[in-house]
């Protein structure tokens, strides 16, 4: 089985990140690559950011010529993860809605966990479209940027800090909020002594059950085929998306 985990940013250090928790995650049999868009944000922060990311990963994923058997978006709250269903023949699984609905199998309410508060937004409206929001206690701020998350023991206190608040507003069960975050729920689920998902690793095991079990999206409906038509996707590209290997 063939997995590949897509970034949602430019920065190539934290799709290898991403890919080691991801194939930390992934059963023996499974290979994982990671793709790393060719242009977009160094990091997604904020609304600009995350149209422009979604565009980014779509064009990656409509040039990328590899075979691959399901796709994990590795962008927690960020858009696009409509239309790539759209686009591609294989499941698409986002990790924002694989934890939220992991998270709701281990405890009545769950919280996220993120990076900045500006994020909040983009991930309320994200659960809600998922369906799952009604299930979340409270999104929260650590007020740490995407790119500091490179320093573990500052994250963590962070982390452990707005777990705090998200455990006062009632949530049970907490989810990391970040991509850039994977591989933190061991250590802070000891401290907290609660569960802690990973989107990442969520995501990795559900795209695997889903091709296990030989499902893929619906065609009927909202994800049905794409009509049709001219579209001009802006400069083409020198070279393809680089892969993570």
Known sequence: MRIVVTNCNTTQEMTEEIVRGARAAAGPGTTVLGL???WGPESAEGWLDSYLSAAAVLDTLRTYEGPYDA???AGFGEHGREGARELLDVPVVDITEAAAHLACLL??????????ERSRGQIE????????????????GTGLGVLDLGDTRRTQDAFVAAAERALEAGAEVLVLGCAGMTGLQQAVGEKLGIPVVDGVAAAVKLAESLVSLGLTTSRAGGYA???PKLRTWGRP?????????
Do not use: E, K, M, W
């Open 71 to 73: 796709v994990v978006l």
């Open 225 to 227: 085929r794409p009509l």
């Open 107 to 116: 405890g009545r309410r769950y919280g996220v966990v993120t990076t900045l």
């Open 125 to 140: 409206d994200s659960l809600h479209t998922a369906g799952v929001a009604q299930n979340c206690a409270a999104v929260v």
């Open 36 to 38: 790393t868009p060719g």
């Open 237 to 245: 590209a020198a070279g393809h998306p680089r892969p993570t290997g």
